[in-house]
């Protein structure tokens, strides 16, 4: 799978003298810097630390299945025209060769929720859905929220409180939304819930 992260940093240097210091123990296998800049610091095949504690599905071992991209932005500020183009080829080239399907790029919240936040509520997931890099949901109609969690659980989303779950949900998918869990936030997992499980099933399900 991929994991997108933001750095929370000053600037992309501070950044890549942090994930290149063997005392930091954290690493990615690539960097994009607000300019568009790529770096590549960890082979593909080799093992980052970028994912830590969490889950995907039935991945404990985040770090060992998952290539770590890390974007130059702090989370409150939107991510540049540059980064966001550079990384859109990124993603392609690396879902091609390592034959990744849409729905294993993931956020860092998504696999860590209540632990990491990033890459936040202004991260364009939909545009990269557009372009078949991502998923966006179709919300299912007239969901009841007493499935909420289960859902969420076979969508891939580790276990959490239901106010983390819903949380991490609608920093992906619907930033603007407030209030309690309603039947739109029942719909887009019950949606991701069917998207996963075609997914493990393979393409010939």
Not at 152 to 170: C, I, N, T
């Amino acid at each position: 799978m991929i994991v997108i992260h933001y750095t929370a940093m000053a600037s992309a240097k501070a950044a890549l003298d942090r994930l290149c210091d063997p005392v930091a123990e954290v690493s990615a296998h690539y960097l994009i810097g607000r300019d568009g800049t790529c770096w590549q610091m960890v082979d593909e095949a080799a093992r980052a630390w970028h994912a830590g504690a969490g889950s995907w599905g039935d991945v404990l071992d985040v770090n060992s299945r998952s290539i770590g991209i890390e974007l130059d932005n702090n989370g409150q500020s939107p991510f540049s025209a540059p980064m966001m183009d550079n990384l859109e080829v990124l993603l392609r080239r690396i879902m091609k060769r390592w034959a990744i399907p849409p729905e294993r790029v993931i956020g860092h919240s998504d696999m860590a929720p209540g632990r990491k936040a990033d890459p936040g509520p202004r991260f364009d997931w939909r545009r990269l859905a557009r372009l078949g890099l991502s998923v966006w949901p179709e919300p299912k109609a007239n969901c009841d929220v007493a499935g909420f969690s289960a859902s969420m659980s076979a969508a891939g989303y580790p276990d959490a409180p239901l106010d983390l779950q819903l949380s991490v949900l609608r920093d992906r998918f619907r930033p603007w939304a407030q209030g309690p869990l309603d039947g739109t936030d029942a719909g887009i997992a019950a949606d991701l819930a069917q998207r996963f499980a075609i997914d493990r099933a393979g393409p010939s399900a």
